[in-house]
């Protein structure tokens, strides 16, 4: 593999990723879980399990469907989970652009309803993956029935991350965002699934995509500011307990404000409440996988109690 393939840090500066023409895209057959067409093109979704409400993973920047693996099997036994691919990776064949969040909630509303999975949906997102589920929220409140945070980029990032103006500079670019490469760690993958990690970590369209959606990130960041606040449903915030930025004056001000800003989205409804996985840098679904089941299943439990209390308050007390 090139150093292109594989990146040793954490953390990216991204301008413009330039990578090699290597690897071949033709898609492993068979897919894990199943091809549906949102209109001339096909998205790859992958569910297990049964039980209402169904629960929605959404990867980060460079994210795909199979970074759920373990988080899935976990939940399998307790209620249908479902991770998925965006336009571009690994199964699912490549979008229109803008790649921006609002583009990317509405292919993902598509794809769930053409796939015949009943609303409402628990929405699990992962880094870029949370300003997805945020935005899909307040697109279509009538169907979150909760909301997971892992590690999640906030939507006033671009604005509040120090940046650098040398970096800035030495790049060429006006609008350069700060932000955590998607994946770092083959070894937290299960063991049985590696060899498709690993084709899927070697196609061009998964770093074309990567470039879009990073390109376009600062307008995904606006899109989820000003589509308005998020509707009242339980939300659990997971936080990394690990520090990855460098241990220098510019890692402490990154360090600082990042961890204000998830104790702040922690307060972005009502019944939110925040967790720090102890262990784990940023891919804590990869790292501690059975923290963010643990939370993601109280978020179900939770959607679950409220609509029963709603459903009886709605039914007439026939003993009346």
């Not at 036994?77 to 790649?99: H, L, M, N």
């Not at 937290?188 to 959606?213: C, F, G, K």
């Not at 890692?251 to 262990?279: C, N, P, Y």
Request: overall charge negative.
């Amino acid at each position: 593999m090139t150093s292109c393939q594989w990146f040793a840090g954490l953390v990216l500066t991204f301008h413009v990723l330039n990578c090699p023409a290597e690897g071949v895209d033709n898609m492993l057959d068979p897919p894990p879980g199943k091809l549906v067409d949102i209109g001339g093109r096909r998205l790859h979704i992958n569910c297990q399990g049964e039980g209402a409400p169904t629960v929605v993973l959404d990867s980060g920047v460079g994210g795909f469907s199979l970074e759920w693996t373990s988080v899935q099997r976990l939940l399998a036994g307790k209620v249908r989970i479902c991770a998925y691919d965006r336009a571009g990776y690994a199964w699912s064949e490549p979008g229109p652009p803008p790649r921006a969040t609002s583009q990317l909630a509405r292919e993902l509303h598509t794809l769930l309803h053409n796939d015949g999975l009943a609303p409402p949906y628990v929405l699990a997102g992962h880094s870029f993956g949370g300003y997805n589920v945020m935005y899909f929220a307040k697109l279509y409140p009538a169907e979150t029935a909760g909301l997971v945070l892992v590690d999640s980029s906030h939507p006033e990032q671009t604005e509040r991350l120090p940046d650098l103006p040398a970096r800035r500079d030495k790049a060429g670019a006006s609008n350069i965002v700060t932000f955590f490469q998607g994946q770092s760690s083959f070894a937290w993958y299960p063991e049985d699934i590696r060899p498709m990690v690993m084709h899927i970590l070697s196609t061009i369209n998964l770093y074309r995509t990567q470039q879009w959606e990073s390109l376009n990130f600062a307008l995904s960041a606006q899109q989820v500011e000003r589509a308005g606040p998020l509707p009242d449903v339980p939300l659990v915030v997971i936080s990394r307990g690990k520090r990855v930025w460098p241990d220098d004056p510019y890692g402490d001000a990154l360090e600082l404000e990042w961890q204000k800003m998830q104790r702040e989205m922690a307060g972005f409804t009502s019944h939110g409440r925040q967790v720090i996985a102890k262990q784990s840098g940023h891919l804590i679904h990869l790292e501690q996988p059975d923290l963010v089941a643990e939370s993601i299943l109280s978020v179900v439990n939770e959607a679950r109690a409220l609509a029963s209390r709603t459903q009886q308050q709605q039914t007439p007390d026939e003993n009346k």
